[in-house]
């Protein structure tokens, strides 16, 4: 399968990414742009809860930012597919940018309301959905074909470094001085901004569909999903798997106090689980040229089945954190492998929408997983609890075995006929 746009013609011993210009100034612009937002995410509830404030004022703020997730994203697919991608990714830099610098002015004169903060985290937010977006949409005309599971991992390598550093980051720079964080952000965008304007490559088709209207161009992403078959069931199967691992999150933390443990042995969880990411994603182009995306997606289910079991039986930090790892390390793989097979097969007119409906899907079973799972836990106890997610997991897996459709893997339409996609 050869790639689109205008990447150039693949040779038959292709250069390393490192070399690739476009792509490294892709890959940092967009770190930067994480990194500092992961910061000031951290930072946001400590603007109250250490500052005067109160713990509704927090969940305000912490609403207000991720409000987007379900406002902004389908929108936002729309948009990056209609829009020229370069100056969605400017508009959004300078966006994030000119938000940070209202609260870093009104941090440092001492005039900070709440409406402002929640206004600045809303917008932070929603350019940040559309960045994520047109940048994924953007990196299948940066780099050949062969060489985009490569590209993709070492995106989903820079979200759990981002996610791994982003929180400790936020908190000291905080501690230090409240701005801080936000300045931080500021700096991200600034960076983001001026990677963008180096770009050479066109990051989407010359030839472009009529723009309709919004409601129809939503819609037709929906439907263009929907006709998938493959890309249906498992994004069926993974929002599932959603919902387990809501209450494994909440469990883990609920373990680790029931056992005596201090709040902060909790850090010890995502600094582990931040490395298995990490190890996962970088994992991931040597495992997805072995394994199709289908026996990855049905093995990571079985795999997920196993250590939500261990959970069960573990009760210190160290063993929780090893199993947290894990899952993240195979949620890695899987994003990686899903992520490639998803951009190889959307056409690029199609790419912000099909990323966007995923996305939302996802976001929107995690708020019902972290309810559902909160109940749970109190009904049941932490130890029946996560026996139940195992089990919900290992159902999910025997029904992924057990579905022709996602045994045959990426049996998908593409411009009304079928044809067999297989990610080696």
Known sequence: MTSTGTVPPESSVLPPLRRNRDFRRLWLGAGAALLGNRAAVTAYPLLYLWAGGSPAEAGMVGFASLLPQLLVLLPAGALVDRLDRRRVLITCSLTGLTAMTTLVAALLTGRLWLSHVMAVAFVQGAAGILH??????????????????????????????????????????????????????????????????GLRADLQDKARPQPHSLRREIREGLVWVWRQRFMRAAIALVGGSNLAFQLITLAMVLIVKENGHSAAMVGVLGVLGGLGGLTGALAAPWINRRLPVQGILIGALALWSALMAAVAVADHPVQLGALMAGMSGTGALLN????SYQVLVTPDAMQGRATSVFTLIGSG????????????????????????????????????????????????????????????
């Open 365 to 424: 079973l995690n708020s019902l997983g972290a309810l559902l799972g909160g109940f749970l836990l109190h009904a049941l106890g932490s130890t029946t609890a996560v026996l139940v997610a195992a089990a919900a997991m290992a159902l999910l897996a025997l029904t992924a075995l057990a579905s022709p459709v996602v045994r045959r893997g990426g049996a998908d339409r593409t411009n009304g006929a079928e044809q067999r996609i297989s990610i080696r």
């Open 336 to 339: 990686v492998a899903a992520g």
């Open 132 to 197: 994520r977006l047109a940048e994924r949409a953007a990196v299948r005309h940066v780099v050949p074909a062969d060489q985009l599971r490569t590209a993709l991992s070492q995106s989903e390598a820079r979200g759990h470094g981002a996610g791994l550093l982003g929180q400790p980051m936020g908190a000291a720079l905080f501690s230090a001085a409240r701005w801080l964080p936000f300045c931080a952000a500021a700096l991200g965008h600034l960076i983001a901004l001026s990677t963008v304007f």
